[in-house]
């Protein structure tokens, strides 16, 4: 029995959350996570809570100290710049005191607003001006245009084309009846932001409508995530003259060169340069539509969201407009507490410099070489899954093994730029290298990732904490924390994405077709399992195919992650002790800490927007999906065959 207070304090935590109700082989989740769910009710400032946000919570927290901390002549001068930040953010009275002031000086700058405007007309309105001016701000609507490294060709940055990103959470949302409540209280937050503004609210009820109207057809034109999956169909290389050939109704070269010659940026574009179409079908039919509508629709619309997204900044008449529309999209209730927006806004523009901070307040170094043992260990483990499976042909299953030997330690290290830098920084990059030890997460967040483009994992300083890690745990638990976390990651660079992309991080098949086809198959099992769960709270089945990725990547790591802990026990000679007042085995205890990862509760609208939008399943769902596919959890728990943890039916890709 390991009596260390770590162990009792960790033993009380796992206790804390058990529901014992529950038998673990008629509903794992229920069973790990019944207690926490009634113990810990959502704050009325959240759409859901889960054992992520607890953690993200202490994160804020050690955060806050350090941005509240005088400034000192041995800050660094980013340090300075988020302190000041901070400051600004929390200093409300003078953001009370400057009213509708910001926006009434900013507007006009940008061309102004037609709703606002008694005047406007459409003579001189030119939407490709519009449009360039938009995108100095980093606003992207009607066409979405980035920098980003060529799938197909690695050490090389490559223009993007795209689809945009909508006003409501996702696509989905606009497909619901035009009266529905979300879409009306999207609706009536534009008018009422444009009445606050100084619009006549008949002009602002008829413009605002219009409007809606619009960008439902947008919605309708554009390609659903569920045909986003497939890369190569994505990948749509040619050059300007091309696009311009393909879409002559829109001034191709000049809206590009416009932004990219800009001071901030100068890099001079001709009708010769490369671009990525990541949606034909979508330019296909937009420029009909745009043809068909009415220029103050197209100027009130392009301009609404540059407006949406400035409004948080101003004060509490704005904010609680936007309070309002997150009540009906997200069921929230109150706005969260100053400082944790304003620390929340410090990390998301200066993240390098916060989260260095969070490093030096919280990080233990002995943490990372712990991490690189972990992550050699499971590698290993996915090394045998690789080799063990009996539908990969030699030489697919040869170049996969390579595929994750090439990257080592360098994700470990907690130096990072800025993940948000400016938008002309970003586009900047187009003609400059890779840079391979560019983060696209910050270092405090409680998260991971894996970059197909690049083939690397990254495990930012944030997540390194219990529940998924502390170096005084049974290795039991870490395995099944942190462990199943870098087996995901790892597994993602082969699941329905990742395979796609080769060990160098190219787009290109590198698999036989008979080999793509047995993983599509394989694949055609999470997607119909994970599909024939129903989530009650927003009574919609989970999209099997949009969560097939995380889904396969979570399959994996539990195996991985299993047998690498198995190992690691092995070599030890030695199972490890119990923990106190738990009757758990070492095993049993890997798989309570994995699912106890995933406790979570959602409101309706939280379900809602996971369902239409997300990639991920709800975390019951990893936990139930996951491991009714495990023998390992079978056998650990003693879960007779056909039972609800136990399926006669498991579906394995990896
Ligand atoms: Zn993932």
């Not at 066409?143 to 990103?165: A, E, G």
């Not at 959470?169 to 497909?175: T, V």
């Not at 050939?245 to 490369?274: A, R």
């Not at 045998?384 to 390579?402: C, I, P, V, Y």
């Given at each position: ?33 019944g207690?926490?769910k009634?113990?810990?009710v959502?704050?009325e ?5 889960s054992?992520?946000?607890?953690v993200?919570?202490?994160v ?6 350090a ?5 000192t002549e041995?800050?660094?001068e ?10 600004s953010c ?13 926006l009434d ?7 102004g ?6 005047s ?6 030119d939407l490709?001006?519009?449009?360039v001016?938009l ?17 197909k060709n690695?050490?090389?940055?490559i223009?993007?084309?795209?689809q945009?990103?909508l ?6 949302y606009?497909?619901?009846?035009r ?17 606050m503004?100084g619009?006549?609210k ?9 409007m ?5 057809l947008i919605a309708?034109i ?5 045909e986003?999956?497939?890369s ?9 003259a091309?696009l311009a050939?393909?879409y002559?109704?829109f001034d ?9 010659s ?6 001079d574009?001709?009708e010769d ?5 990541y949606s034909?079908?979508?330019f296909d039919?937009?420029?009909s ?9 197209l ?9 949406r997204?400035?409004?948080?900044s101003l ?7 936007n309070l309002?529309?997150s009540?009906?999209?997200?069921g929230?209730?109150?706005e969260s507490?100053?400082?944790?927006k304003?620390?929340?806004k410090?990390?998301?523009?200066l993240g390098k410099v916060v989260?260095k901070?969070?490093v ?5 170094e ?6 690189l043992?972990?992550?050699?260990n499971?590698k290993?483990a ?6 063990s499976n009996?539908?990969?042909d030699?030489?697919?299953r040869?170049?996969a093994?390579?595929?994750y030997t090439i ?8 130096i990072?730029?800025?993940?948000q830098e ?18 696209s ?11 197909s ?8 300083a944030?997540i390194l904490?219990p529940p998924?890690y502390?170096k005084n745990y ?7 924390g942190i462990?199943?976390?870098i087996?995901?990651?790892i597994?993602h ?6 395979r ?9 098949q590198?698999w036989?077709?008979d080999?793509?086809e047995v993983?599509?198959?394989?694949a055609?099992?999470v997607?119909?399992q994970?599909?024939?769960f129903?989530?009650k ?5 989970i999209n ?8 396969i990547?979570d399959?994996?790591a539990?195996?991985?992650?299993f047998?690498?802990?198995r190992?690691w026990v092995s070599q ?6 119990k923990?106190p ?11 309570i800490?994995?699912a106890?990862v995933?406790?979570?509760s959602?409101r309706?609208?939280?379900?809602i927007?996971?369902?239409l939008t ?5 975390g019951?769902?990893?936990v139930?999906?996951?491991?009714q596919n495990s023998?390992d959890?079978?056998?650990t728990?003693?879960?007779?065959v ?13």
């Amino acid at each position: 029995m390991c009596t260390t207070t770590d162990c009792v304090r960790v033993a009380s935590r796992i206790h804390d959350a058990i529901d014992y109700k529950v038998k673990p082989c008629d509903n794992f989740y229920e069973f790990a996570c019944g207690t926490w769910k009634k113990k810990n009710v959502i704050p009325e400032d959240k759409s859901a809570y889960s054992s992520f946000d607890l953690v993200a919570d202490d994160v804020n927290v050690i955060l806050k100290n350090a941005l509240e901390d005088k400034e000192t002549e041995a800050d660094i001068e980013p340090a300075k710049k988020a302190k000041r930040l901070y400051r600004s953010c929390l200093d409300t009275e003078k953001i009370e005191s400057l009213g509708t002031k910001p926006l009434d000086d900013f507007i006009p700058k940008i061309g102004g607003w037609p709703v606002l405007m008694s005047s406007w007309s459409d003579a001189g309105f030119d939407l490709k001006d519009l449009l360039v001016t938009l995108a100095k701000y980093n606003n992207w609507p009607l066409i979405s245009l980035s920098v980003y490294t060529d799938m197909k060709n690695v050490d090389k940055n490559i223009l993007y084309l795209d689809q945009p990103s909508l006003g409501m959470p996702g696509q989905k949302y606009y497909f619901k009846e035009r009266n529905d409540t979300m879409i009306m209280a999207y609706e009536n937050l534009a008018v009422q932001v444009a009445t606050m503004l100084g619009a006549d609210k008949t002009v602002a009820e008829q413009d605002m409508k219009d409007m809606v109207d619009f960008e439902i057809l947008i919605a309708n034109i554009s390609v659903p995530s569920e045909e986003r999956r497939d890369s190569e169909k994505l990948y749509n290389k040619m050059t300007i003259a091309q696009l311009a050939q393909n879409y002559s109704e829109f001034d191709w070269l000049g809206y590009i060169n416009s932004i990219m010659s800009s001071p901030k940026i100068q890099i001079d574009i001709t009708e010769d340069e490369e671009i990525i179409n990541y949606s034909p079908p979508y330019f296909d039919k937009l420029f009909s539509l745009l043809n068909n509508t009415p220029k103050r629709t197209l100027a009130n619309y392009c301009t609404w969201r540059i407006v949406r997204h400035r409004i948080s900044s101003l004060g509490k008449a704005f904010r609680d407009l936007n309070l309002e529309y997150s009540k009906v999209l997200y069921g929230t209730s109150t706005e969260s507490a100053r400082w944790k927006k304003c620390v929340g806004k410090a990390n998301s523009i200066l993240g390098k410099v916060v989260g260095k901070i969070f490093v030096g307040e919280a990080f233990d170094e002995a943490a990372k070489a712990d991490m690189l043992k972990l992550i050699g260990n499971l590698k290993v483990a996915f090394e045998g899954q690789l080799f063990s499976n009996d539908w990969m042909d030699e030489s697919t299953r040869k170049a996969a093994k390579e595929k994750y030997t090439i990257t080592e330690d360098e994700y470990f290290s907690n130096i990072i730029n800025f993940i948000q830098e400016s938008v002309a920084e970003d586009l900047r990059e187009l003609r400059k290298p890779i840079d391979k030890t560019k983060w696209s997460m910050v270092p405090s967040a409680v998260n991971a990732y894996y970059s197909s483009t690049r083939n690397e994992i990254v495990f930012p300083a944030g997540i390194l904490q219990p529940p998924f890690y502390h170096k005084n745990y049974l290795k039991a638990l870490n395995y099944g924390g942190i462990g199943m976390v870098i087996g995901h990651e790892i597994t993602h660079g082969f699941d329905d994405q990742g395979r796609q992309y080769d060990k160098t991080g190219s787009l290109r098949q590198w698999w036989s077709d008979d080999v793509v086809e047995v993983f599509k198959t394989r694949a055609q099992c999470v997607i119909e399992q994970y599909g024939n769960f129903t989530v009650k709270e927003a009574d919609l089945q989970i999209n099997g195919i949009n969560t097939q990725g995380e889904n396969i990547a979570d399959n994996g790591a539990i195996t991985q992650s299993f047998k690498a802990y198995r190992h690691w026990v092995s070599q030890e000679r030695n199972e490890e002790p119990k923990l106190p007042g738990l009757d758990f085995s070492p095993n049993q205890l890997f798989f309570i800490n994995f699912a106890q990862v995933w406790c979570n509760s959602m409101r309706k609208q939280s379900a809602i927007s996971r369902v239409l939008t997300g990639v991920h399943s709800p975390g019951k769902f990893r936990v139930i999906g996951t491991l009714q596919n495990s023998p390992d959890f079978a056998k650990t728990f003693g879960c007779p065959v056909s039972s609800y943890m136990n399926p006669e039916k498991k579906c394995k890709v990896w």
